[in-house]
């Protein structure tokens, strides 16, 4: 089973799940081979939702254990999900840190969501938790609402969008797009 594959209740069903739950299962059971529009500042064209997720979480978390990922800085803590959420909130208590351009970032996760972001995501969805399926579902409902804006300062991403359109296919882990902030940092593995 690939990550996305994801399966919950029909949520054709009225009166048994709220419309934050049926928003929910909209998105955790979205087709990853629906068309996403892109922007035209990447390119323009659609290409499938499910590798565009790919590529975010590729980008923004790499490849070991993306889900509990917490800053982009060689041997920061993985440990995303295990931490307890902010009272109120649900975001993990952690507080953030420099990250590789010399910027403060809280993001966490998968697609390092930072907290206005994921508050909005678990409002809308109803999320309970930050667990994989919950991001997945929060980065569904982000790309649908915001495009790639969220995302829009990560070069790595737009180039990796150029490279899948050139090419068709992801690019490989290893390879590493430079920028205008120069090479993104080797991660400790």
């Known amino acids: 089973m690939a990550d996305d594959d994801y399966s919950y209740g029909?949520?054709?069903?009225?009166?048994?799940?709220?419309?934050q739950q049926q928003a929910f299962v909209r998105y955790v059971n979205q087709d990853p081979a629906t068309p996403f529009s892109l922007p035209k500042s990447v390119g323009g064209g659609t290409?499938?939702?499910?590798?565009?997720?790919?590529?975010?979480?590729?980008?923004?978390?790499?490849?070991?254990?993306?889900?509990?990922?917490?800053?982009?800085?060689?041997?920061a803590p993985s440990n995303a999900m295990s931490l307890p959420p902010i009272p109120g909130q649900n975001?993990?208590?952690?507080?953030g840190q420099q990250n590789v351009y010399g910027g403060h970032s809280s993001g966490f996760g998968a697609y390092q969501f930072e907290r206005p972001l994921f508050k909005e995501a678990t409002d809308a969805l109803g999320l309970t938790g930050y667990?994989?399926?919950?991001?997945?579902?929060?980065?569904?409902?982000?790309?649908?609402?915001?495009?790639l804006q969220p995302w829009n300062t990560n070069q790595q991403l737009a180039q990796s969008i150029r490279y899948y359109q050139r090419t068709g296919q992801i690019p490989p882990t290893s390879m590493d797009f430079?920028?205008?902030?120069?090479?993104r940092p080797q991660r400790v593995l």
Request: proline share 12%; hydrophobic share 30%.
């Open 131 to 147: 667990d994989q399926v919950s991001q997945d579902a929060a980065a569904r409902w982000a790309l649908h609402t915001y495009g």
């Open 178 to 183: 430079p920028t205008h902030y120069g090479s």
């Open 91 to 95: 975001f993990p208590d952690w507080s």
């Open 47 to 75: 290409m499938p939702t499910g590798d565009l997720l790919q590529l975010i979480r590729q980008t923004e978390a790499g490849p070991v254990d993306p889900y509990n990922h917490l800053s982009d800085r060689p041997g």
């Open 10 to 19: 029909s949520e054709d069903v009225p009166g048994l799940l709220s419309p």
